[in-house]
């Protein structure tokens, strides 16, 4: 959800009686609550996390391109969201997959659309054989997913493989859609 940029309130001249008063009162006092609990909850954010049992539960999940089943013993991860900016943390362990194709993260909020890729983060790799310097996390843009690529300098990138095992610690910033 956006912060508006626009607030509608109730007009008197809609309530032109004396005993329409207390009304207009009323519908004034509720459209003010509602745009301040709109305010707060854009400016304060929402936290989805691992721990949580409830709707705002986010468990980072892995997949691949030719989808299969990972066997973690670590899924840890934090979500914020303030207004249509996401933060994501995730902590991943995993010890097997009958995954396979290209390596993806799960998101809990969509991406925004966007020509290229303009959504980087990072992604320290532990015990995950690759080719290439590094690895970074690309948020796919109007897709629910992260994109784990390989980097060499002087190289293009490629898409990590899938796999067998492995630690991924990741964080990234992505813009989301608003009203999600």
């Known amino acids: 959800m956006t912060l508006p940029t626009t607030i509608i309130l109730p ?3 809609d309530y032109k009686s004396e005993e329409n008063l207390e009304k207009y009162n009323r519908d004034l006092v509720f459209e003010l609550q509602g745009m301040y609990e709109n305010l707060t909850d854009n400016i304060n954010g929402f936290i989805r996390n691992s721990t949580e049992v409830d709707q705002a539960q986010w468990l980072p999940t892995l997949n691949g391109t030719v989808a299969g089943i990972f066997t973690y013993t ?11 900016y996401t933060e994501i943390f995730a902590d991943i362990t995993w010890t097997a997959t009958t ?11 969509i991406v925004t659309i966007s020509n290229g890729m303009p959504f980087v983060g990072t992604v320290q790799a532990s015990n995950v054989t690759y080719l290439g310097n590094y690895l970074v996390i690309n948020a796919i843009p109007n897709t629910y997913r992260f994109e784990i690529y390989s980097v060499t300098p002087a190289e293009a990138t490629a898409n990590l493989a ?3 095992s492995g630690r991924l610690i ?5 813009i989301g859609l608003e009203d999600e």
Do not use: D, T
């Open 170 to 174: 990741i964080h990234s910033r992505f």
């Open 74 to 84: 670590q899924q840890v991860g934090w979500s914020i969201r303030q207004g249509i």
């Open 99 to 109: 995954a396979a194709g290209n390596l993806y993260l799960e998101l809990p909020y």
């Open 11 to 13: 007009l008197s001249e």
């Open 162 to 164: 899938v796999p067998a």
